[in-house]
């Protein structure tokens, strides 16, 4: 018998492609050896080009009047599928041949995280983890940007990730206040000999550069350097990460570092990062309330950021290079 066929359609944001991501390994589980095509949008491709079964990735590049489905549709239509998995809950799923369907509908949203209402989806016996397939392409580059960072100013250092980027209005707290979490930071006994490294995309340097102003000769620029595989890398390296509800936020949870996401008029209980090492900090802490996200002082996420240090590094106590 031949290998088992899956196409998998996730998302084109890269927050969303790894909230789901526990859905490959789900796959191998319900069809040992299968053969897993992946469709999605550009930004996350990367996160799946080393994940287990994958052997196609199709890039799904918007195009007026749903011309990218169209394009999808002529790509997959002649194979017929063991299943077929759509995070999109789009026509596509239902337009191609399949033995089995796993389509997302409005009536798995019922207040449970989404990492769950995936996990319902797919009929998991449990929640599906998310994860980062790192690759040695990934840990190369990151390592290119970062070693000749680490060895200048003070040297080498534990790392604490800051991630002042998120690409919806309201969700990106001020660039001034993350300046200013490093300045406090930099002046805590905890944080001594640490590292404060900058992560975003190519477009990210406005909002990144107080902070990286402020970290000084302690600041690693890592926005914009790599795709998102590379990014994962260098935040694995780190030993905390702090950043705004987005994909990398995600992505430092997925990639198991202690990790602290900051909330303003989203769902933290929806959104919120998934893990053990998770915790989350919004302007308004009531479930079903929202306030802006401006409403976050600098003081409540710096005792936020002590609190997730005692938490998994230990209080008082500065982690060995």
Known sequence: MSEPKVLFVTSNRIGDCVISSGVIREIGRQLPGARITVACGRPPAPLFRSAPGVERVIILDKKKFAGHWIDLWKQVWRTRWDMVIDIRGSALAFQVRAKKRRVYHRGLETGLPKVEMVSRMMGAERPLDPEIFLDA???????????????????????????????????????????????????????????????????????????????????????????????????????????????????????????????GPTEWWLYGPWGPKTRTVASNETRGEFAPIEALTVDHVFEAVLGLHDAFIGAGTPVKP
Request: charged share 20%; proline share 9%; aromatic share 8%.
């Open 137 to 263: 392409r990934a840990e190369r580059e990151a390592g290119e940007v970062l070693t000749p960072q680490l060895w200048d100013g003070p040297g080498p250092g534990p790392i604490l990730a800051l991630a002042p980027i998120a690409h919806q209005p309201g969700k990106s707290w001020p660039a001034d206040r993350w300046g200013q979490l490093v300045s406090k930071l930099k002046a805590e006994p905890r944080f001594k000999g640490w590292r404060f490294m900058l992560v975003g995309g190519p477009g990210d340097h406005a909002p990144a550069a107080p902070a990286l102003a402020e970290a000084g000769d302690r600041g690693l620029d890592f926005v914009g350097k790599g795709d998102i595989l590379a990014s994962a890398a260098a935040i694995h390296g780190a030993a905390l990460f702090v950043g705004n509800d987005s994909g990398l936020m995600h992505v430092a949870a997925a990639a198991g570092r202690p990790t602290l996401g900051l909330f």
